[in-house]
């Protein structure tokens, strides 16, 4: 029997459930591992999370959703940065990346890469000295993991300072163009292997111009790199074009 006739099996049968967790495991605590970014066990208090995660999953999936690890994935990876992002406002709120994506800091403010790069680390600093040690060591993971996302792209994550939109018509098409490759996994993959933004295929399916779409490439490019993966921290400069992608 395959998983997904496991998956639907299980939804009614609690015997069929049990199983199933048991088989996957293994496989659920990776997931979750690599969403936190650090190597868990049925010990931690994550693992409660995704179980649950992985029982809401059963109970969701009809069959008609493919494949149902990549299914569970998702919940599991939203379950838990659910959870980060909560902890974090309890906290209080985190800035990590002052204006990296709002446009606060760019060429027009005869700024450098440089500078953001220094403004980033002083932030970070500042948030090392305090109670949310642990999120600023997450930023730092965030940070260089979307540095090696982006370095095949050809450009650095400092970078998007000069690229970021300024005006709110410009975030609005930008947020777009991002929501409709977040929406067409086609596109992300040709992006993807060619390491380009797709032009042609993205300004029909976003209704973005060109102009917009090559000034802003590399500010589409990373949000939608980093909105597809597991960034809680960056994600949330990015909040704009969830609104979006929700609607």
């Known amino acids: 029997m395959d998983i997904e006739r496991e998956a639907l099996a299980a939804k009614t049968d ?3 459930l049990n199983n199933l967790i048991e088989s996957q495991k293994s496989w659920i605590l990776q997931t ?3 969403t936190v970014h650090r190597y ?3 010990s931690d208090d994550e693992w409660s999370t995704a179980l649950l ?3 809401e999953a059963v109970q969701s ?5 493919g494949s149902f690890r990549a299914f569970a994935s998702v919940v599991i990876r939203r379950r838990l940065l659910d959870e980060i992002r909560s902890n974090w406002r309890r906290k ?3 800035r990590v990346i002052p204006g990296a994506f709002d446009g606060e800091v760019g060429a027009e403010d005869g700024e450098t890469a440089d500078a953001v790069n220094l403004e980033v680390q002083s932030k970070l600093a500042e948030m090392s000295a305090s109670p949310a040690v642990d999120a600023a060591a997450a930023a730092r993971e965030e940070i260089a993991a979307a540095q090696a996302i982006l370095k095949p792209y050809g450009f ?3 970078d998007l300072a000069d690229s970021s939109p300024k005006a709110e018509k410009t975030k609005d098409a930008c947020a777009k163009a991002v929501c409709a490759l977040l929406k067409n996994e086609a596109l992300m993959q040709k992006m993807r292997k060619s390491k380009a933004l797709p032009m042609k295929e993205l300004e029909l399916a976003s209704g973005v111009s060109r102009k917009i779409l ?3 490439r590399r500010y589409i490019i990373a949000a939608a790199e980093i909105l597809s993966g597991e960034y809680p921290v960056l994600a949330e400069y990015l909040g704009y074009i969830r609104k979006v992608l929700k609607t």
């Open 14 to 16: 609690e015997q069929a």
């Open 32 to 34: 979750a591992s690599q």
């Open 40 to 42: 868990l066990t049925d």
């Open 53 to 55: 995660a992985f029982h």
């Open 61 to 65: 999936f009809d069959g008609e959703k």
């Open 92 to 94: 209080g709120e985190i």
């Open 156 to 158: 650095s994550f400092f």
């Open 214 to 216: 090559d000034r802003h």
